[in-house]
């Protein structure tokens, strides 16, 4: 057992490295080049068409609840515990390089919303389906059907093995576990009965709850992050200059921290950033395909939101708190470490305040991945799947209490990596599609 698992974890390193790293912020450097910096100058039309988008056009959910369903996804523990990791780890260098990739990354996720609308199909079911499986398919020719393949199993493996079950349960659980003293195995059977009544209701159940619970959530984690930044409003520049300084110079071992280099700073920030975005890994394009649109730009700006939301705001607050309190030199790491940042902050209120926000993280994760998995269940075994397929996911859901991660984790870490390889190929093969039809939508605007 101890050698499988060190060789998964060399292949995990492997893969989680220079290699990805490297593609995944090739591709969003090559599509930022050849859409003129649309994240920058588009951006203010971006988030204006979160709420006022026309909506019209064949879909399921509006534009709105696309997006609530891809940030249910991706706003996560990532943005809790991720941060955590990269900032102790790479120190606080770690967040400038999580800007640098989302930056990118939010070319990217452009590009794989508008890919999305192009190319979506309909369902024996006469439901929405699209994502990389589809527009590497009827995008690249069905000589890349393999790829597609390869796509959408990876995508099962991730919702059944990943971050769609396992990491979020266990998280649910012992955070509730160590705040409320409720029993684990009482967590895990309300969360499985919550889980599957919510599922079985389909996409625009899911679309939904998510609508109502993600501006909640991130209101809601955003407020009380605000507050400890306020309350250490005169040291914000200083933290600003350490962050920026800290990126290209490295940290010195200061307490518990082991010190850091610039290498370091910017390996962890990057994977642990599009780890927390999904920029590139092709999962977003999914819930993107729902939405009810004629214009494939128009989705690919709001899906561009996303990445902004998870990462500029969402983990930009958590790291800002991390430094600002001085926890990320100590002996804290992970969820612990952002714990003890929030109860410097309220006091032991803190930790239930971010017990809070875990748990409302975490549950939309679930609902966001099971989506995903569902919609690549379709595209491998057609609609019949789908039943089979919910009751398997909710088996893991409840399976969740009883397992240990360890190698489920690093296999799933592996896997969703692994995702990302044919859907960047498509990103490069089609970005003459994906400027053909930005051209088309931003002169038809202007």
């Known amino acids: 057992m101890e050698v499988c698992l060190s060789i998964l974890n060399k292949i995990d390193t492997f893969l989680w490295g220079a290699p990805l790293i490297i593609l995944l912020i090739g591709t969003g450097i ?48 990532g943005n809790i515990v991720g941060v955590a990791t990269a900032v102790k780890m790479g120190g606080p260098g770690a967040l400038f390089w999580m800007w640098v990739a989302a930056f990118f990354g939010m070319a990217t996720k452009y590009a794989e919303g508008l890919l999305a609308i192009k190319y979506r199909s309909v369902d024996k079911n006469r439901n929405i389906s699209g994502g990389p499986m589809y527009y590497i398919r009827k995008g690249m020719g069905e000589k890349y059907k393999p790829l597609a393949i390869f796509f959408a199993f990876a995508t099962m493996l991730v919702a059944f093995f990943g971050i769609g079950t396992f990491p979020q349960v266990n998280a649910i659980i012992d955070s509730v576990n160590i705040s409320f003293g409720v029993p684990k195995l009482v967590t895990n059977i309300i969360l499985t009965i919550i889980v599957g009544s919510i599922i079985f209701g389909g996409l625009k159940n899911i679309a939904k709850v998510t609508s109502k619970l993600i501006p909640f959530m991130a209101i809601f984690y955003i407020g009380i992050s605000f507050v400890i930044i306020c309350m250490n409003i005169t040291s914000v520049p200083d933290a600003i200059r350490l962050i920026v300084k800290d990126a290209f110079t490295g940290s010195a071992a200061v307490g518990g921290f082991a010190g850091s280099t610039i290498m370091m700073a910017m390996q962890s920030g990057v994977a642990r950033g599009i780890f927390s975005n999904e920029a590139g890994l092709g999962s977003a394009p999914i819930a993107a395909a729902a939405a009810k649109t004629h214009y494939p730009s128009e989705q690919g700006l709001i899906s561009m939101t996303g990445t902004f939301i998870d990462t500029i705001i969402v983990c930009s607050m958590t790291g800002l708190v991390l430094v600002l309190t001085g926890v990320w030199s100590g002996e804290y790491s992970g969820a612990a470490m952002t714990s003890a940042a929030f109860v410097q902050g309220f006091g032991n209120f803190g930790s239930i305040l971010l017990t809070l926000s875990l748990v409302l993280f975490a549950f939309t994760t679930i609902l966001g991945w099971n989506y995903y998995g569902e919609r690549a269940c379709v595209y491998l075994f057609g609609v019949k799947g789908i039943t089979p397929y919910r009751v398997i996911f909710i088996m893991m859901i409840a399976l969740g209490v009883f397992l240990k991660l360890d190698v489920i984790w690093i296999l799933a870490d592996i896997v969703n990596g692994l995702m990302a390889v044919p859907n960047l190929i498509a990103l490069v093969a089609l970005s003459n599609v994906i400027v053909e039809e930005t051209k088309l939508y931003l002169n038809m605007k202007t």
Do not use: D, H, M
């Not at 609840?65 to 940030?71: N, R």
């Open 30 to 77: 090559y599509l930022t080049i050849r859409l003129g910096f649309l994240q920058v100058f588009k951006l203010p039309l971006a988030l204006k068409l979160i709420f006022k988008a026309e909506n019209k056009g064949k879909g399921e959910v509006s534009s709105f609840k696309s997006l609530c369903v891809a940030l249910a996804a991706t706003v996560g523990t």
